[in-house]
């Protein structure tokens, strides 16, 4: 079983940043695309970035110019800085693993991580 481990969430202030990470424990992590997703209750979960097993990177529309994904492939772990977070950031954010080496809508064989809370106040 593939294991999906999110860090560096927590609690900050307005204008504030996190460096989120994601480890995961697939051998050949190369191979595949990458995402964070992040949902707040009642709602559905949105992309937030994602990229290419040829570091090709795509980003919701709210977080562009504020949150930077890259991966080390030889780490197998997947990074997201955020910058200049805002109250609306406020969610848990998961970290995808997708099946495919291009980014897309989730289907049923790729791997969710646990995810990890990201508050911000005011």
């Known amino acids: 079983q593939v294991q999906l481990v999110e860090s560096g969430g927590g609690s900050v202030q307005d204008g504030g940043s996190l460096r989120l990470s994601c480890e995961t424990s697939?051998?050949?992590?190369?191979?595949?695309?990458m995402g964070w997703y992040r949902q707040v209750a009642g709602k559905q979960r949105e992309l937030v970035a994602a990229?290419?097993?040829?570091?090709?990177?795509n980003y919701g529309d709210s977080v562009k110019g504020r949150f930077t994904i890259s991966r080390d492939d030889a780490r197998n772990t997947m990074y997201l800085p955020i910058n200049n977070l805002k109250p609306e950031d406020t969610a848990t954010y998961y970290c995808?693993?997708?099946?495919?080496?291009?980014?897309?809508?989730?289907?049923?064989?790729?791997?969710w991580g646990q995810g990890t809370q990201v508050t911000v106040s005011p």
């Open positions: 995808l693993l997708y099946a495919s080496s291009w980014y897309r809508s989730p289907a049923e064989n790729d791997q």
């Open positions: 697939k051998a050949n992590f190369s191979h595949n695309a």
């Open positions: 990229i290419t097993s040829g570091g090709h990177t």
